[in-house]
């Protein structure tokens, strides 16, 4: 049983001792220079003009878990989808409910205005 484990358990230990051997590479080895333009939010190439104070509008957190839910959803399909064949006509006509299902619900949020950038 432990031999089983032994590969996986060797290839752990071996990861965490090369990314400890590195970090701390970096730690002796690194520059040790601090600008103030290093501790500074930046994305996309572009520096952030967004302040600390900034506020997210509820639309955004809305729209962002719709995405989410629509997508872990839609992920559900891609089993089925591999192994269609093994499962039947009976999981063809699941998952057209349940597309159906998504559609309907999708449909739903579309109408209510949940999805337009307010």
Do not use: C, H
Request: charged content about 20%; glycine content about 8%; hydrophobic content about 55%.
């Amino acid at each position: 049983m432990l031999k089983s484990y032994l590969p996986a358990l060797v290839f752990v230990l071996l990861g965490l001792g090369i990314g400890t051997a590195f970090t701390l590479a970096n730690d002796l080895l690194g520059p040790k220079r601090s600008r103030e333009v290093k501790t500074e939010p930046y994305e996309s190439g572009l520096p952030s003009e967004v302040k600390k104070s900034f506020r997210f509008g509820i639309s955004f957190y809305l729209i962002a878990m719709l995405f989410i839910l629509f997508d872990i959803e839609v992920v559900f399909l891609y089993p089925v989808a591999l192994q269609l064949e093994a499962f039947g006509w009976f999981a063809l006509g699941e998952t057209v409910v349940f597309v159906a299902l998504l559609l309907v619900a999708f449909v739903f949020v579309w109408r209510r205005g949940a999805l337009e950038w307010k």
